[in-house]
């Protein structure tokens, strides 16, 4: 049973498709870690489960590959609600609901958590059979070290462990 007192993380991608992979790479890694008050999931981003998914949580964190023309390997920070989800950054989806709408949609419904942030990672090549290049790789790497950082700092300072 998942305590939803912590944060959760979400990883979204489709392992298959290069770097379209970093969000479920991002979750694998920090799953390794078996960091406490915080559970870690894996999606292929269709809107309908992730709303269900962070439905009751407090804190959620989802990682993703965004196509927003900036150099491959940039992270881009959304702090949702504060800031809006470009829609047009995320790739082409077969998903009837995506992470853009879902977020729309929660926020309609009174469903959003009261921390969402979304961490997008600039990918290069989303060719079917092909691993993340090295600019994403690098970038989801940072990425890990800096959520695992974050989350010792908040032990240190008292603070409720975000993730």
């Not at 559970?39 to 269709?46: D, L, T």
């Not at 790739?91 to 969402?116: C, N, R, V, Y």
Request: glycine residues 10%.
């Amino acid at each position: 049973m998942i305590n939803k007192s912590g944060t959760l993380v979400i990883g979204i991608g489709n392992e298959y498709r290069g770097d379209d992979a970093v969000g479920l790479y991002v979750a694998r890694k920090l799953s390794g870690f078996r960091l406490q008050s915080c559970a870690i999931k894996e999606s292929p981003g269709e809107g309908t489960y992730l709303m269900h998914s962070w439905e009751g949580f407090e804190h959620v964190i989802i990682i993703d590959a965004v196509k927003s023309a900036s150099k491959p390997g940039t992270i881009h920070r959304i702090d949702i609600p504060r800031q809006e989800i470009p829609s047009d950054w995320f790739p082409a989806s077969s998903h009837l609901i995506s992470l853009p709408e879902a977020i729309k949609l929660s926020q309609a419904l009174g469903t959003l958590p009261a921390s969402l942030v979304v961490y997008g990672i600039e990918g290069n090549l989303f060719d079917t059979g092909v691993k993340l290049t090295p600019p994403v790789k690098e970038a989801a790497d940072s990425l890990i070290a800096a959520l695992l950082n974050d989350i010792s700092s908040r032990k240190e300072n008292g603070r409720p462990t975000p993730c």
